[in-house]
């Protein structure tokens, strides 16, 4: 596991709360205030970031990631300009996990030897290639791990247990488990659903767990950090709220609207995390 | 015996895909996690249908009595003497019912969708021939069927849109990227990352991940199957070239796939170069691409330096597609298959010419394969047989067609 995924989790569960993963695209909607908001990022109460590599086809997202993919595209952003991004984040951030995500055929043109070099050397810690399953560990997945970059792996409501272990085989990082079946940003996670998923996860490994595909609002973050997890991301909402500032208020605006999203969200995951102190205290 | 045949299966360009679903490094299972237990369930299902003689029966029986199979393997004289080299013989696919070799596919898909009880059927479509023939089969068997089809397509592709409507299908146009058959696919698969429990996603070519890939084109080997009987039957021996228009390869897989170990048939296969490979508005993954991943397979593919998957041309909504099926690429490799292009412009006139010699109206994805026919007859001798897919029928082109030449047809 890398060092600052490890130490970042060890840090949040000692603060008796859920780590907040935020999701943003590298070069939405340019360069500039995407750096510019990668930047903010961490202050505003992101725990770790993971960083989206815009792709023209991206299957398993929904409306909003796939139009923030190609507003980055349109402005010129290419995985040079990404692994830029990371390095120029990297320069006044060396604590803050950075995970790539995103989709496997841009890294295998850039050359997977050359991205695992230049991505390490950027400083980023994780990777999340949506369409690379178990069954094509041998394209990226070791390569990474003996490159020293967790692959990060994603567990469904359809793995079951017996592919469960075969998920979990060469997983790094954390788990990140996917809360609905369905495309980022179009339903809401159920709770109750999410906390078996994460008690059967938690069965066969140590890693940590985080929730994703299905919350945007702190209430949600808040709810999903009480069901167990160990770790909250949130995407298509961020997006959205980014493309929204824009379109309604102009690019600096951008950077505040989403700084304050996820302000909220680190605030419901907080809360959750009191809250659940508070019971404990009573039970005790 | 036992070395014998594992000897053949060594030397056959027939044993692929392996275990992992590749075909030398293309093809593989490049999904969400979401999809892949989705998929290794297909693969078992269809493993366990093709071991069962009643699956095949009930194969053979819609075949031959909704399908209308065998379709014809009819030597065009008039073509021949046109060329005045090679005997042409046409595997007239768009005599099945629907108007194309696409009702073969469906069928054994939705003959699979029922076996695993799955109630719900989603397709993409191109041209709207893979959309008609799913459509109709979900209407035969009682099926909820929702096809997606780019809004560019639907545009051009009109009659066939209102034929999937008036067989009860849900037309979804797609909004997103090029708005044609990739982005189509891909909406396809974002409904079935949705709907996994009831939904059947039925493929209409040789593409996607593994089992796919294989199954398509065991499907659609019945036109090479037939076409080898045929050709016993009307000349006595095996034909001595085969050509079939490609975009992800469907027609022309299941035309070749039964003749791959006949070193001596030479096997063409024709990409759509749009308005030319050079100008780069073209559909040619095998002429103007290089291997990558999408819709999980590796294969040729259209794409810039970055990765980023271009968006493809073809006056043939039907080959309008940056990719090719793995088992294409891994053929180009190993040079089993020749692959040439035709133009827009060619197809065109080849539509035309095969229209008025031989009383036949060919789709302009088939119209491809003629344009080549053209350049390839002439140079063989009298006694050469040549097989050409007509993949599909021209009904669905009328109106774009007219919109290029002339309602009045060029003289």
Known sequence: ??????????????????????????????????????????????????????????????????????????????????????????????????????????????????????????????LIIVDLPPEEDGELCLPAQAAGIDFIRLATPTTDDARLAKVLSNAGGFVYYVSITGITGTAAADPDAVSGAISRIKAHTALPVAVGFGVSTPQQAGAIAAAGADGVVVGSALVRALEKSLEEAGEGAGIAAVSDLVRGLADGIATAGRKKAETAAQAG | ??????????????????????????????????????????????????????????????????????????????????????????????????????????????????????TRIIAETGAGMHGVATATLCARFGLDCVVYMGEVDVARQQPNVFRMKMLGAEIVPVRSGAKTLKDAMNEALRDWVSN?????????????????????????????????????????????????????????????????????????????????????????????????????????????DDGQISEAHSISAGLDYPGIGPEHAWLKDIGRVTFLSATDEEALSAFQLLSRLEGIIPALEPAHAIAKVLDLAPGKDADHLMVVNLSGRGDKDLASVAEHIGAGGRP
């Open chain 1, 1 to 126: 596991m890398s060092g600052r995924l490890e130490r970042r989790f060890a840090a949040t569960r000692g603060a008796g709360r859920a780590a907040l993963v935020s999701f943003i695209t590298a070069g939405d909607p340019d360069f500039d205030i995407s750096l510019a908001l990668l930047k903010a990022l961490p202050g505003a109460g992101a725990d770790i970031i993971e960083l989206g590599m815009p792709f023209t086809d991206p299957m398993a997202d929904g409306p909003a990631i796939q139009a923030a993919s190609l507003r980055a595209l349109k402005a010129g952003q290419t995985m040079v300009r990404t692994l830029e991004m990371v390095r120029a984040f990297r320069a006044g951030d060396s604590e803050t996990p950075l995970i790539l995500m995103g989709y496997y055929n841009p890294i295998y043109i850039y050359g997977n030897e050359r991205f695992l070099a230049d991505a390490k050397a950027a400083g980023v810690d994780g």
């Open chain 2, 196 to 304: 996994v429990a009831d939904t059947f996603y039925c493929i209409g070519t040789v593409a996607g991940p593994h089992p796919y890939p294989m199954l398509v084109r065991d499907f659609q080997s019945v036109i090479g199957e037939e076409t080898r009987a045929q050709m016993l039957e009307a000349e006595g021996r095996l034909p001595d070239s085969l050509i079939a228009c490609i975009g992800g390869g469907s027609n022309a897989m299941g035309l070749f796939h039964p003749f791959l170990d006949e070193p001596d048939i030479e096997i063409y296969g024709v990409e759509a170069a749009g308005h030319g490979i050079e100008s780069g508005q073209h559909a040619a993954s095998i002429a103007g691409g290089r291997p990558g991943v999408l819709h999980g397979n590796r294969t040729y593919l259209l794409m810039d």
């Open chain 2, 1 to 118: 015996m036992e070395t014998g045949v594992s000897v053949k299966a060594v030397n056959s360009f027939r044993s692929g895909p392996d275990e992992q679903g590749r075909f030398g490094i293309y093809g593989g299972r490049f999904v969400a996690e979401t999809l892949m237990p989705l998929i290794l369930e297909l693969e078992r299902a269809y493993e366990a249908a093709r071991k069962d003689p009643a699956f095949r029966a009930e194969m053979d029986g819609y075949l031959t009595h909704y399908v209308g199979r065998p379709s014809p393997l009819y030597f065009a004289e008039r073509l021949t003497e046109h060329c005045g080299g090679a005997k042409i013989y046409l595997k007239r696919e768009e005599l099945n019912h629907t108007g194309a070799h696409k009702v073969n596919n469906v069928l054994g898909q939705i003959l699979l969708a029922r076996r695993m009880g799955k």
